[in-house]
């Protein structure tokens, strides 16, 4: 003890739940056993809404410096990296039982869609363009199909993608005798 008191603690320390613990003297001292209670305060770990991935380039807002349940603190590194995927870990200002945390921001590859078009002939019926590229970019095509002319179509991917605004010439030819 602090008075120079030997003895034993019981139950055996438990850094897991909060307990009562009694110690108990020596014998031949003159010292009364005594109680004293260790509170266990669980460690809370910061909690912040997911961020979904951004495309190369995007300029995006800073991360929140207090999280969803009320901790404030700092990020490292403090700005966000719109060229490649990092990891950022939150540090508490301050606080007892407060945890770091990490959270990753995924950088998506821009893409360029392609497509299989084939030219046609004069007049020849074509099927609508196809909404979906080889790499799974959908989007929709501009102006409306011209089967009498040769004409360059865009295709613009439809938001939330990370894919470029491209274009496909389908040649119309005559057709021969």
Same mark, same amino acid.
């Given at each position: 003890?602090?008075?120079?008191?030997?003895? &034993?603690?019981?139950?055996? =320390? *438990?850094?897991?739940?909060?307990?009562?613990?009694?110690?108990?003297?020596?014998?031949?001292? !003159?010292?009364?056993?005594?109680?004293?209670?260790?509170?266990? +305060?669980?460690?809370?770990?910061?909690? =912040?809404? &997911?961020?979904?991935?951004? !495309?190369?380039?995007?300029?995006?807002? @800073?991360?929140? #410096?207090? &999280?969803?349940?009320? +901790?404030?603190? #700092?990020?490292?590194?403090? #700005?966000?990296?719109?060229?490649?995927?990092?990891?950022?870990?939150?540090?508490?200002?301050?606080?007892? !039982?407060? @945890?770091?945390?990490?959270?990753?921001?995924?950088?998506?590859?821009? #893409?360029?869609?392609?497509?299989?078009?084939?030219?046609? !002939?004069?007049?020849?019926?074509?099927?609508?363009?196809?909404? =979906?590229?080889?790499?799974?970019? &959908?989007?929709?095509?501009?102006?409306?199909?011209?089967?009498?002319?040769?004409?360059?179509?865009? =295709?613009?991917?439809?938001?939330?993608?990370?894919? *470029?605004?491209?274009?496909?010439?389908?040649?119309?030819?005559?057709?021969?005798?």
């Amino acid at each position: 003890s602090n008075e120079g008191f030997t003895g &034993s603690w019981s139950p055996e =320390f *438990d850094s897991n739940i909060t307990t009562t613990y009694t110690f108990t003297p020596d014998d031949d001292q !003159c010292a009364a056993s005594t109680s004293i209670t260790v509170d266990i +305060i669980p460690i809370t770990i910061p909690t =912040f809404s &997911s961020i979904d991935p951004i !495309c190369i380039g995007d300029i995006v807002g @800073a991360l929140p #410096t207090t &999280s969803n349940n009320g +901790i404030t603190g #700092t990020w490292d590194p403090a #700005t966000i990296n719109n060229t490649t995927t990092t990891t950022y870990t939150f540090t508490p200002n301050s606080g007892i !039982c407060v @945890a770091p945390t990490t959270i990753e921001i995924i950088v998506l590859q821009q #893409t360029t869609p392609t497509f299989l078009i084939n030219d046609i !002939c004069i007049g020849e019926t074509i099927s609508p363009l196809p909404t =979906f590229s080889q790499e799974g970019v &959908s989007g929709n095509w501009t102006p409306a199909i011209n089967n009498l002319n040769t004409t360059t179509y865009t =295709f613009t991917p439809d938001p939330g993608q990370c894919a *470029d605004i491209t274009t496909e010439t389908i040649q119309v030819n005559p057709i021969s005798t």
